[in-house]
């Protein structure tokens, strides 16, 4: 009887432990291969049908008492692909755009955050970052862009060092976007092209996509509605989902931990 209650017991720590393990959520974004694709803020040549969407209290892992509901701060999300580029799009919907503040970290700014793993066989239950993981921000005043690449929580770097955390940089070289505010939906849509060499170096390979490959991916949305300082952004997760006596924002650290991602699927 006491080995049957041992094996029982064994076998409910067994199953405790497994239970709590963590992998990339089950948030996936589709992404098409892309086909002539004109960075211009209109997005009638991408598939919208495919998209990641925020618009949720228990998405919100910052700054709660600052939401005002979907028409305050709200966003989808696109991407397509090609052997060189990543193309991210976005309707955000946001009735005081485009805030910026000069001199200010892009992380305290209306923003996006991006996530991004260019290893493919990286192990989705990884609880730190590596040297294939970016946490990338990108920011505009509507007429000028600006890129953050974080890479202070990663122990070996492989050499790749953070850039542009202050603002007024554009770190990428051939990127593109553009920013076209949207009276009918009450914000304004994004449109960029990263080049996938930019998140490389002689250490680290280029992401090289391919239809079927899934890598990890997530993604941020930061909307402060003054440019006054001391005012910090309200921030919204995708992957997050913080409801009742569970909502614990200060353990959702996906800024340090990418078993807390979703993930991207590349299509033809």
């Known amino acids: 009887m006491k080995k049957s209650i041992s094996l029982l017991m064994a076998l409910t720590l067994a199953l405790g432990a497994g239970s709590t393990s ?26 919208t049908s495919k998209f990641l969407r925020i618009d949720s209290e228990s998405q919100i892992i910052d700054q709660i008492e600052h939401w005002d509901g979907v028409e305050d701060c709200s966003m989808d999300i696109y991407a397509m692909w090609d052997e060189e580029n990543l193309y991210i799009a976005a309707t955000i919907y946001d009735k005081d755009p485009f805030v910026y503040r000069e001199g200010f970290p892009l992380d305290e700014l209306d ?20 040297a294939t993981d970016w946490r990338i921000v ?58 996938l060499h930019n998140l490389s170096n002689d250490k680290i390979a280029q992401l090289k996509p391919e239809a079927g490959m899934t890598v ?44 807390l991602w979703g993930s991207m699927t590349f299509t033809e």
């Not at 923003?111 to 590596?130: H, Q, V």
């Not at 909307?223 to 569970?246: E, F, N, W, Y």
Request: charged fraction near 30%; glycine fraction near 6%.
């Open 216 to 259: 990890g991916f997530d993604f941020s949305i930061l909307d402060v509605d003054l440019p006054c300082p001391g005012i910090h952004s309200l921030r919204m997760q995708s992957s997050a989902d913080l409801t009742g006596k569970d909502r614990k924002p200060e353990m959702y650290d996906v800024d340090n931990n990418p078993s």
């Open 138 to 195: 990108q920011s505009t005043d509507k007429y000028d862009f600006f890129n953050y690449v974080d890479r202070d929580m990663i122990a070996d770097n492989q050499g790749y060092e953070t850039q542009g955390e202050y603002g007024d940089e554009l770190v990428f070289d051939d990127y593109e976007a553009v920013a076209v505010a949207d009276k009918e939906i009450g914000g304004w849509i994004l449109e960029s092209k990263i080049p």
């Open 111 to 130: 923003a996006i955050i991006l996530f991004l793993s260019t290893d493919p066989e990286a192990d989705p239950e990884r609880t730190e970052y590596s």
């Open 22 to 47: 963590l992998a990339y959520s089950d948030k996936n974004l589709e992404a098409p291969k892309a086909s002539d694709v004109v960075i211009d803020g209109d997005l009638s040549e991408w598939d």
